[in-house]
């Protein structure tokens, strides 16, 4: 995959939620199963962009895939074929993959397989701005948008805002009901949106809930909450926080995806040097019923912070983690780097429904990335995309979530290159109960993917960046 030069990050995080008690189907499901597909936003119309695919076929057998590009009114697709032989990746540019001289600015993309197990990840920016998420491979008609910030205004770095891109792939049209609610679980504002058959719509929070969004002091609005979208179809959707340095993109859930857990596990969080890391903690109660929860921060140099939360149906919380736990901060300058992980449980051992990120930012929004709760729990996963040359460099996480058995997990990390073939021998890491490993992808490597194997659950998930720290995105771990 191709993404713009400019320097290097030295971040990496891993987040899981281990579900315990999963969902059953019932008379009210909302999540439409769409087992073969994946599907991007392109949220335009910025201009000197880039998008990048990764596809990897995990499939023993070759796969032909089908990429499709449709405008954001559905009216217009342009299709391409690939093959895929087992175990392959495909990296490049969509502009490439369709042979047209600059990529989209509007629409949306959509990725068929013949064979199951095709994974796919999409980075996309501009010059100095990287943002990243994975696919939807499933559409619902209730969708939970976790995080939404705006502060516009007569700000510089500070000036904050919010899209929200939703899809309709389907062949009727939609009529959605976008609700944006306070982290106090109150609901500041509502709109119905049509979206064509075939077509997406990109929403900017400041200007269509202008009028619901309190103003700040300096000529703009403000507001911190979260959105959910009822839909008479199914879609899928995203919502992407723009700063005049940096990006954020975060796909939403639907309500089904958000499983009941006894256990989320933030297995990173980072503050300070050297390049003056922060990182903020955001949940949401995505139950019918009030949970107490019990955080616990542990920094890995010592010291162990815990505190309880209670959350009524609804609501949420959003702070900054050395406030919220009170993790002391040795006074000196620059402050030394502080990092960590942190457990989620509930306070009575039952299980809970939640959905959230940690937000990590390098002083004045210089390079961010939102990082999902939730990210999947397997003995067998895929990061879909690597890279470390002398700008960008992949770095990765994984986290055992067992803290109650004495055994160790037996991980296997394989790099692996184009081709499905091993790069170098296997690395073999043990995890003790509650243990995290994290580690940089090997030197000199300019595309492939990792492969995890564990005798037990874990959780991956990484980053890519510079290496001076100017640019920041999520890479997920995909089972």
């Known amino acids: 995959m191709t993404i713009p030069r400019a320097g290097t990050l030295v971040l990496w995080l891993c987040i899981s939620m281990v579900g315990i008690v999963p969902l059953r189907p019932s008379a009210q499901e909302s999540v439409i199963a769409a087992p073969q597909f994946n599907l991007f936003p392109i949220f335009g119309p910025d201009t000197n962009e880039f998008i990048g695919l ?55 993309i959509r990725i068929d397989s013949s064979e199951p197990g095709l994974l796919s990840y999409m980075t996309s920016g501009r010059d100095g701005i990287l943002d990243a998420t994975e696919s939807a491979s499933l559409i619902s008609t209730r969708i939970i948008l976790p995080h939404v910030a705006v502060n516009t205004g007569f700000m510089e770095l500070e000036h904050t805002e919010t899209l ?167 006074a000196v300058f620059p402050p030394s780097m502080l990092t960590g992980y942190i457990r989620i449980q509930a306070a009575d051992g039952g299980i809970f429904q939640g959905i959230g990120d940690i937000d990590i930012t390098r002083e004045g929004n210089a390079a961010s990335m939102l990082c999902p709760i939730g990210a999947a729990s397997s003995s067998n996963l895929i ?33 692996l290159d184009r081709d499905g073939r091993p790069v170098g021998s296997p690395r073999n890491v043990s995890l003790s109960p509650s243990a995290r490993f994290v580690s940089l992808i090997e030197e000199n490597v300019r595309s492939g993917y990792l492969r995890i194997r564990a005798n037990g659950l874990v959780a991956l998930l990484g980053s890519i960046g510079t290496h001076n720290g100017s640019m920041l995105a999520p890479l997920p771990g995909l089972p």
């Open 383 to 415: 990061m879909p995309f690597v890279i470390n040359d002398s700008d960008y460099f992949t770095g990765y996480a994984i986290a055992n979530p067992n803290e109650l058995l004495t055994m160790q997990t037996d991980v296997t990390i394989e790099l």
């Open 54 to 108: 990764s596809l990897v076929n995990t499939s023993v057998v070759k796969s032909e895939v089908t990429v499709t590009l449709t405008d954001s009114d559905g009216n217009s697709a342009r299709t391409a074929n690939l093959s895929l032989a087992p175990g392959s990746q495909r990296v490049a540019l969509v502009k490439e993959i369709f042979a047209i001289p600059e990529d989209p600015t509007e629409g949306w």
């Open 164 to 330: 929200i891109n939703l899809i309709n792939p389907g062949t009727a049209a939609a009529n959605a009901h976008a609700e944006l609610i306070g982290l106090d679980g109150v609901a500041a504002g509502d709109l119905v949106v049509s979206i064509p058959a075939r077509a997406s719509r990109t929403l900017c929070v400041s200007e269509s809930f202008r009028d619901a969004l309190p103003p700040n002091n300096v000529g703009g609005r403000t507001f911190r909450g979260y959105m959910k979208i009822s839909s008479d179809e199914g879609l899928a959707g995203w919502l992407r926080i723009d700063t005049p340095l940096s990006r954020r993109l975060l796909r939403g859930r639907g309500v089904e995806e958000i499983v009941p857990a006894r256990l989320a596990m933030v297995s990173h969080f980072a503050f300070g040097s050297p390049a003056l890391y922060r990182s903020e903690l955001n949940f949401i109660n995505a139950g019918d019923s009030a949970v107490a929860l019990d955080l616990v921060a542990q920094v890995d140099r010592g010291g162990r912070f815990g505190v309880r939360r209670t959350l009524s149906p609804g609501q949420g919380f959003r702070e900054d983690v050395l406030s919220l736990f009170r993790i002391p901060v040795p």
